[in-house]
């Protein structure tokens, strides 16, 4: 693994976003004449303001999920922390999720909900009087979950947190990780995650050999690409794609027929334009119309354009975050006319900044209503925004139609 390489996954693993280009350059410079070392970087970055709300945020995650944040949820929630959502909103998410809920489905108190997520995992612990305490609380509104799990959250043990996320950045699972001792000062600690990391990445791409039609798994994986990577179908999970950046190779990433086969996607370094990148959304929408995907759809508009079953549409506009702000794009004086028969449609969106969201969009119960929950995000274009500024071309897209894709 080149230091280029090592330098930026630190930076990411406690940023939780890429490493500027000048960042990435000093680090180097610096390793080459001996001023600096991984470990040292990584403790370097830790100071940092921005280091402690990544921080809050894997403590977070621990708290509500019980389980160690994963890289593709890591970009995905650093690009909101990066937003200025704060951790106590982002808490409030956490707590109304769906995998947060489900935990507690078969629990009839809040008392025994609150047993059941402290008891979950060891670095909590609270007495009889403290669970009476906080449920009351809750119970009468004056504590919201969300509120409980930040106070849980302060308890956690921050030297394992800021390991597990470093290791997770830099191998991509926790399979090789190894829980630090107690004893452990956080300097040793950081080193030692690190060496190890870097160890079982090294060996793992020596026993690499070049993959041109990769296939993931059912869990979340993170996949690199090379220039030799013809397609990648990453199957279930939450996948982060890494592919080759500016490499003027053309690579295609498949998609699942719905969320609960496909995941929700985080893909970095997808490239626009004529050769670029393809998407391939066929699974869902069966043969993809691309006849609007190289006309920016702004959401200010109100022309109520009729859209063909099975459009691939490119939307521009604020606050396009929720199922229901893409619901509300349809509609008298809305950029889109209400359906009239079972369609679906995939749907791509962004404002001038942001990341853009992939959504699937399945009118198949109220056929001239499209409803929020008739609505599905599965993928997330990191760094791929301005629209208006920089359109897709209709190659970027596969449809039966263009073999050659």
Do not use: C
């Amino acid at each position: 693994m080149t230091q280029q390489a090592i330098g930026a996954a630190i930076y990411k693993a406690i940023m939780l976003k890429e490493i500027p280009s000048n960042e990435l350059s000093d680090y180097v410079s610096r390793f080459e004449i001996g001023l600096i070392t991984p470990s040292l970087y990584a403790l370097e970055l830790s100071s940092s303001p921005d280091a402690a709300l990544s921080l809050g945020l894997g403590k977070l995650y621990k708290t509500f999920f019980d389980k160690y944040i994963e890289p593709s949820e890591m970009l995905i929630w650093g690009g909101r922390i990066s937003r200025g959502l704060t951790l106590e909103q982002i808490a409030e998410q956490f707590s109304t999720s769906d995998e947060f809920l489900a935990r507690f489905a078969s629990a009839s108190s809040t008392s025994d909900r609150i047993k059941i997520f402290v008891k979950s995992f060891s670095e909590l612990v609270l007495s009889e009087s403290d669970i009476t305490f906080v449920a009351e609380l809750i119970d009468s509104g004056s504590l919201s979950w969300a509120e409980a799990g930040t106070k849980l959250a302060e308890l956690l043990d921050a030297v394992d947190i800021s390991a597990a996320m470093l290791h997770t950045s830099l191998v991509g699972d926790l399979d090789d990780y190894i829980r630090p001792s107690a004893t452990l000062e956080f300097d040793k600690t950081v080193a030692t995650v690190i060496t190890s990391a870097i160890t079982v990445i090294s060996d793992r791409e020596a026993e690499d050999v070049v993959v041109t039609d990769y296939v993931g798994t059912s869990s979340s994986d993170t996949i690199y690409a090379s220039s030799a990577t013809v397609t990648i179908e990453s199957g279930s999970g939450n996948d982060e794609i890494v592919l080759a950046e500016n490499d003027g190779k053309s690579t295609k990433i498949i998609f699942e027929k719905n969320l609960s086969v496909n995941g929700l996607d985080a893909i970095e370094f997808f490239e626009r334009g004529e050769n670029g990148d393809v998407l391939d959304f066929s699974a869902f929408l069966t043969v993809p119309n691309l006849s609007l995907v190289d006309t920016t759809v702004l959401a200010s508009d109100i022309t109520e354009t009729v859209l063909p079953n099975g459009a691939v549409v490119v939307i521009e506009g604020t606050s396009l975050f929720s199922e229901l702000t893409i619901a509300n794009l349809f509609g008298a004086g809305r950029p889109f006319a209400s359906p009239t028969n079972l369609s679906k449609y995939v749907f791509i969106t962004a404002n001038l900044s942001q990341d853009s969201d992939i959504w699937y969009v399945l009118n198949n119960s109220n056929t001239a209503l499209i409803e929020a929950s008739e609505i599905t995000k599965v993928g997330t274009l990191n760094d791929v925004n301005s629209f208006s500024l920089f359109p897709f071309d209709q190659t970027n897209f596969y449809t039966l139609s263009v073999l050659g894709a």
